[in-house]
């Protein structure tokens, strides 16, 4: 049995656009958001929170992890609109062998907002 890929939600980023921290923080709405969007889909890729993804000046921001695959961490993204667009990413980068998903097929929205990419483990 292997293990779905992650999509990791930091729940404690305030949004880069933002003045202040706000309660909830930008990221809990927007893993709240994405949880309630892909309740009733069979996903390729689990959701998860993270306390922090140290990306403070970039957030809101997540990261994408899988066995054998690269990492990435995305910033900058809007919890309002980007909702859908994280899905696509999501489940393209899932249904990759290496994690890598070219930067034509990524969703418009999300194709400048790559943080880092990091190197897969085994």
């Given amino acids: 049995m292997t293990t779905k890929p992650r999509l990791h939600i930091c729940t404690t980023c305030t949004a880069s656009s ?3 921290a706000t309660d909830p923080r930008h990221g809990e709405v927007l893993f709240d958001k994405m949880v309630e969007t892909c309740a009733d889909q069979d996903l390729p890729f689990d959701i998860k929170p993270a306390q922090c993804l140290t990306n403070c ?3 809101c ?8 695959r690269w990492g990435y961490v995305y910033g900058n993204l809007d919890p309002e609109t980007m ?3 994280l899905c696509d990413l999501a489940a393209r980068y899932a249904n990759t062998t290496d994690g890598i998903v ?3 097929e990524r969703p418009e929205s999300l194709r400048r907002n790559v943080i880092a990419r990091i190197p897969a483990l085994d």
């Fill in 18 to 20: 933002a003045d202040a």
């Fill in 57 to 59: 000046k970039s957030g």
């Fill in 61 to 68: 921001s997540v990261a994408l992890s899988g066995s054998g």
């Fill in 83 to 85: 909702i859908t667009d």
């Fill in 102 to 104: 070219a930067w034509r």
